[in-house]
C-alpha cells in the first residue's frame, strides 16, 4: 500500500488549523522582532562613538523593550507549539486505536503486537517531537532568512551579494546529507519495530524460554537484532551530524570575508562600523536558521518514518460492519455450512467443499488432531476470516449478509485461552453487557461455580484485578464462562473452554454448560473426549475435512479415527 505522508500530515494540521495559523502568526512576530534589535544595536554602537548620550538612552530602552516583548512573544509560542504537540498526539493515540478495534483478525495474527504498541508510543512521540518541534523552527527560520534577506540588500549589495553566493552552497550540503541519511532512518525504524516485538515475545514467553532452557539462544537472537539496530543508527546519526559542522565552516569563511570587506569600506567611509555590526548580526540572523534546521534533520527523518509507519497502519483495510436491516432480531440457531473452502492467506487449502448442518439446540463436539481445522470452523461462523468459496447461514440468512457487530452478539464464545481486563471482578464479569443487577451477576457466577472463591477475595466482586497472575487459570476461567453465562447467546462455542480446570471444578462446569445448552445451539472443540460423550453428535476433522459423524457410541463400535483419538488418551494416562 503506497502511503501519503502529504495526505497524512494534512488530516491532522486541517483540524487544528486555527492553533496552526496562530503558531505560524507567532513565528512571523518573533522573527520580525529578532530582525529588528540588531538595526538599534547598530545605531546604538554609532551613537556611543559620536557620544550622544542623551539619544543612546532612548535607543537602549527600545532594545530593552524589543528584547522584553521578544521574550513574551517566544514563550507564548512555545505554549501554542506544546499545546499543539499534546492536542495531535493524543488524537493520533485516539485513532491508532479506532483503528485496531477495527482491523479483521488475519491482520493481527500476522502482525507482531510489539510493533503495532510502538506506532502508539514510540513512533507517535518521535512524530510529535520530530515534526511539531521543528515546524517552530523552521517557520521561524524561513521568516526571520527573508527579513534578513532584504534588510541586508537595503545595507549594502556587494556584501549581500558575496553571501548570498555561499548561502546554495550550504543548502545543497544539508539537501545532499540529508538524502544520504534517509534511507538509513527509514531501517532504524524497521529494525526498532521487530526489536520491540521480538522483546514483547520473550517477555510473554519468559517462562517457557526458561523451562526449556532457551535463554542463551533467545539472547543471540536479540543480539543480532539489537547489533544490526546499533550498526544503522550509528549510521544514520553520524552523517545526519556532519551538516552541521559542514554548513559552519562554509559559514564562517563567508563570514571572514564580509568581515574584510566591511573593514575596507569603513576605511573609506561607505559604511559605519555600526552598520558593519548590524549587517554581521544578520548574517548570523540568516544563517542561524540553517544551524537549527540542519541540527533537527535526524529528529525529522526519525519523524518522516514513523509518520509513514503511522499513516501505513491507518491505511490498513478495516474490517467492515455492514449496516443491513434484518428480519430477525436474535437467532434461533440453525447453522449451515454450504460448499465452504478456505485457505488461511499465502498457505494452501485447509477446507475444502464442506458442507454440515447444525439444527436449533443441537450439541455439536468437534474432535480432531491439531490443525485438522476445527478452530478454522469457528473463525468462520464469526466471521474473523471471510471464505473464498460456499455459504455459511444461520436460520437461513447467509452471515455475510449480517453486521458482524450483530453475528457476534448472538454468539457466546469461550477459549481455551481466555483474558480478564484491568478492572475489578464485576467489571469482567458483565464485560458485554449493560445494566446488570447485583442478583443476575451472582446469579450467572454461581451457575460457573465462581461464586465461592470470588467471596474469598479481599473485596469480594470488588476486587481490583491488575495482575491477572494473582488467579489461577481455572479462576480466571471460570469468571470468563460466567460472563457468558449472563449472556445467555442463542449460540454457543466452546473452544477447549475447561482445559485449563481441574477435574473435579470441570464436572461442575459441564453441568453447569448443560444447563446453559439447553436453550442454545452449542458448538463444543475438546480435547478431552471424555467430555463430550453426551453431545447429540460428534465430528471427527482431518485435514480440514469431516471424516466421521455420529453419536460417541456408534463412533467408537466403528473402531476408526475417533475409536483411536478416544482411547489413545486413556492409555496415555
Same mark, same amino acid.
Given at each position: 500500500?503506497?502511503? /501519503?505522508?502529504?495526505?497524512?500530515?494534512?488530516?491532522?494540521?486541517?483540524?487544528?488549523?486555527?492553533?496552526?495559523?496562530?503558531?505560524?502568526?507567532?513565528?512571523?512576530?518573533?522573527?520580525?522582532?529578532?530582525?529588528?534589535?540588531?538595526?538599534?544595536?547598530?545605531?546604538?554602537?554609532?551613537?556611543?562613538?559620536?557620544?550622544?548620550?542623551?539619544?543612546?538612552? *532612548?535607543?537602549?530602552?527600545?532594545?530593552?523593550?524589543?528584547?522584553?516583548?521578544?521574550?513574551?512573544?517566544?514563550?507564548?509560542?512555545?505554549?501554542?507549539?506544546?499545546?499543539?504537540?499534546?492536542?495531535?498526539? =493524543?488524537?493520533?493515540?485516539?485513532?491508532?486505536? @479506532?483503528?485496531?478495534?477495527?482491523?479483521?483478525?488475519?491482520?493481527?495474527?500476522?502482525?507482531?503486537?510489539?510493533?503495532?504498541?510502538?506506532?502508539?508510543?514510540?513512533?507517535?512521540?518521535?512524530?510529535?517531537?520530530?515534526?511539531?518541534?521543528?515546524?517552530?523552527?523552521?517557520?521561524?527560520?524561513?521568516?526571520?532568512?527573508?527579513?534578513?534577506?532584504?534588510?541586508?540588500?537595503?545595507?549594502?549589495?556587494?556584501?549581500?551579494?558575496?553571501?548570498? &553566493?555561499?548561502?546554495?552552497?550550504?543548502?545543497?550540503?544539508? #539537501?545532499? &546529507?540529508?538524502?544520504?541519511? #534517509?534511507?538509513?532512518?527509514?531501517?532504524?525504524?524497521?529494525?526498532?519495530?521487530?526489536?520491540?516485538?521480538?522483546?514483547?515475545?520473550?517477555?510473554?514467553? @519468559?517462562?517457557?524460554?526458561?523451562?526449556?532452557?532457551?535463554?542463551?539462544?533467545?539472547?543471540?537472537?536479540?543480539?543480532?537484532?539489537?547489533? #544490526?539496530?546499533?550498526?544503522?543508527?550509528?549510521?544514520?546519526?553520524?552523517?545526519?551530524?556532519?551538516?552541521?559542522?559542514?554548513?559552519?565552516?562554509?559559514?564562517?569563511?563567508?563570514?571572514?570575508?564580509?568581515?574584510?570587506?566591511?573593514?575596507?569600506?569603513?576605511?573609506?567611509?561607505?559604511?559605519?562600523?555600526?552598520?558593519?555590526?548590524?549587517?554581521?548580526?544578520?548574517?548570523?540572523?540568516?544563517?542561524?536558521?540553517?544551524?537549527?534546521? *540542519?541540527?533537527?534533520?535526524?529528529?525529522?527523518?526519525?519523524?518522516?518514518?514513523?509518520? =509513514?509507519?503511522?499513516?501505513?497502519? $491507518?491505511?490498513?483495510?478495516?474490517?467492515?460492519?455492514?449496516?443491513?436491516?434484518?428480519?430477525?432480531?436474535?437467532?434461533?440457531?440453525?447453522?449451515?455450512?454450504?460448499?465452504? *473452502?478456505?485457505?488461511?492467506?499465502?498457505?494452501?487449502? $485447509?477446507?475444502?467443499?464442506? /458442507?454440515?448442518?447444525?439444527?436449533?439446540?443441537?450439541?455439536?463436539?468437534?474432535?480432531?488432531?491439531?490443525?485438522?481445522?476445527?478452530?478454522?470452523?469457528?473463525?468462520?461462523?464469526?466471521?474473523?476470516?471471510? &471464505?473464498?468459496?460456499?455459504?455459511?447461514?444461520?436460520?437461513? &440468512?447467509?452471515?455475510?449478509?449480517?453486521?458482524?457487530?450483530?453475528?457476534?452478539?448472538?454468539?457466546?464464545?469461550?477459549?481455551?485461552?481466555?483474558?480478564?481486563?484491568?478492572?475489578?471482578?464485576?467489571?469482567?464479569?458483565?464485560?458485554?453487557?449493560?445494566?446488570?443487577?447485583?442478583?443476575?451477576?451472582?446469579?450467572?457466577? #454461581?451457575?460457573?461455580?465462581?461464586?465461592?472463591?470470588?467471596?474469598?477475595?479481599?473485596?469480594?466482586?470488588? *476486587?481490583?484485578?491488575?495482575?491477572?497472575?494473582?488467579?489461577?487459570?481455572?479462576?480466571?476461567?471460570?469468571?470468563?464462562?460466567?460472563?457468558?453465562?449472563?449472556?445467555?447467546?442463542?449460540?454457543?462455542?466452546?473452544?477447549?473452554?475447561?482445559?485449563?480446570?481441574?477435574?473435579?471444578?470441570?464436572?461442575?462446569?459441564?453441568?453447569?454448560?448443560?444447563?446453559?445448552?439447553?436453550?442454545?445451539?452449542?458448538?463444543?472443540?475438546?480435547?478431552?473426549?471424555?467430555?463430550?460423550?453426551?453431545?447429540?453428535?460428534?465430528?471427527?476433522?482431518?485435514?480440514? =475435512?469431516?471424516?466421521?459423524?455420529?453419536?460417541?457410541?456408534?463412533?467408537?463400535?466403528?473402531? =476408526?479415527?475417533?475409536?483411536?483419538?478416544?482411547?489413545? @488418551?486413556?492409555?496415555?494416562?
Amino acid at each position: 500500500m503506497k502511503t /501519503n505522508i502529504i495526505s497524512f500530515l494534512s488530516k491532522y494540521l486541517f483540524r487544528k488549523r486555527f492553533l496552526l495559523i496562530i503558531l505560524i502568526l507567532f513565528s512571523f512576530v518573533s522573527s520580525l522582532l529578532r530582525i529588528f534589535a540588531p538595526i538599534y544595536v547598530g545605531v546604538t554602537i554609532d551613537h556611543i562613538l559620536e557620544g550622544s548620550w542623551e539619544t543612546l538612552l *532612548t535607543y537602549l530602552l527600545i532594545l530593552v523593550c524589543i528584547y522584553i516583548f521578544s521574550f513574551f512573544t517566544d514563550s507564548l509560542l512555545n505554549y501554542i507549539l506544546t499545546n499543539f504537540s499534546a492536542k495531535m498526539s =493524543k488524537e493520533i493515540r485516539s485513532d491508532l486505536f @479506532q483503528k485496531l478495534n477495527r482491523l479483521p483478525l488475519s491482520y493481527l495474527d500476522k502482525t507482531q503486537s510489539g510493533s503495532i504498541i510502538q506506532q502508539f508510543t514510540l513512533d507517535t512521540d518521535q512524530f510529535i517531537t520530530g515534526f511539531l518541534q521543528s515546524f517552530s523552527k523552521i517557520t521561524t527560520g524561513i521568516s526571520t532568512i527573508l527579513f534578513s534577506l532584504i534588510l541586508m540588500l537595503k545595507m549594502n549589495f556587494i556584501m549581500t551579494l558575496l553571501f548570498v &553566493i555561499v548561502a546554495p552552497i550550504m543548502y545543497y550540503i544539508s #539537501k545532499f &546529507i540529508t538524502q544520504k541519511t #534517509k534511507k538509513f532512518f527509514k531501517q532504524r525504524a524497521d529494525i526498532l519495530s521487530s526489536l520491540n516485538g521480538y522483546t514483547e515475545q520473550i517477555l510473554s514467553g @519468559q517462562k517457557t524460554f526458561q523451562i526449556f532452557n532457551y535463554e542463551t539462544i533467545a539472547e543471540e537472537s536479540f543480539d543480532k537484532i539489537n547489533h #544490526k539496530f546499533h550498526t544503522v543508527s550509528l549510521k544514520a546519526y553520524f552523517y545526519s551530524s556532519l551538516t552541521n559542522p559542514c554548513i559552519r565552516f562554509v559559514s564562517n569563511l563567508s563570514y571572514l570575508s564580509i568581515g574584510m570587506i566591511g573593514i575596507y569600506l569603513i576605511m573609506i567611509s561607505k559604511l559605519t562600523i555600526g552598520e558593519l555590526s548590524s549587517f554581521l548580526m544578520y548574517i548570523t540572523a540568516f544563517t542561524r536558521p540553517f544551524h537549527e534546521i *540542519t541540527s533537527v534533520i535526524s529528529d525529522i527523518q526519525s519523524a518522516i518514518a514513523s509518520a =509513514k509507519r503511522i499513516a501505513t497502519f $491507518l491505511g490498513e483495510t478495516e474490517e467492515k460492519n455492514e449496516e443491513r436491516s434484518l428480519p430477525i432480531r436474535s437467532f434461533n440457531g440453525y447453522i449451515e455450512f454450504k460448499d465452504v *473452502t478456505f485457505g488461511y492467506p499465502g498457505q494452501e487449502t $485447509l477446507i475444502s467443499h464442506l /458442507n454440515l448442518s447444525v439444527q436449533k439446540g443441537e450439541k455439536i463436539a468437534i474432535v480432531g488432531k491439531t490443525g485438522s481445522g476445527k478452530t478454522t470452523l469457528i473463525n468462520l461462523l464469526l466471521r474473523f476470516y471471510d &471464505i473464498q468459496q460456499g455459504e455459511i447461514s444461520i436460520d437461513g &440468512i447467509s452471515i455475510h449478509n449480517m453486521p458482524r457487530d450483530f453475528l457476534r452478539k448472538n454468539i457466546g464464545l469461550v477459549l481455551q485461552d481466555t483474558k480478564l481486563f484491568t478492572g475489578t471482578i464485576r467489571e469482567n464479569i458483565t464485560y458485554g453487557k449493560e445494566n446488570v443487577s447485583q442478583e443476575e451477576m451472582e446469579a450467572a457466577a #454461581k451457575k460457573a461455580h465462581a461464586d465461592s472463591f470470588i467471596q474469598r477475595l479481599p473485596n469480594g466482586y470488588d *476486587t481490583y484485578i491488575s495482575n491477572v497472575d494473582m488467579l489461577s487459570p481455572g479462576e480466571i476461567q471460570l469468571i470468563n464462562i460466567a460472563r457468558i453465562m449472563l449472556l445467555h447467546p442463542p449460540i454457543l462455542i466452546l473452544d477447549e473452554a475447561t482445559s485449563n480446570i481441574d477435574l473435579i471444578t470441570e464436572d461442575k462446569i459441564q453441568k453447569a454448560f448443560h444447563s446453559l445448552m439447553d436453550h442454545s445451539t452449542s458448538l463444543v472443540i475438546a480435547h478431552r473426549l471424555s467430555t463430550i460423550r453426551n453431545a447429540d453428535r460428534i465430528l471427527v476433522m482431518e485435514n480440514g =475435512k469431516i471424516v466421521e459423524e455420529g453419536t460417541h457410541d456408534s463412533l467408537l463400535k466403528q473402531h =476408526k479415527k475417533y475409536y483411536d483419538l478416544y482411547y489413545s @488418551q486413556f492409555s496415555s494416562q
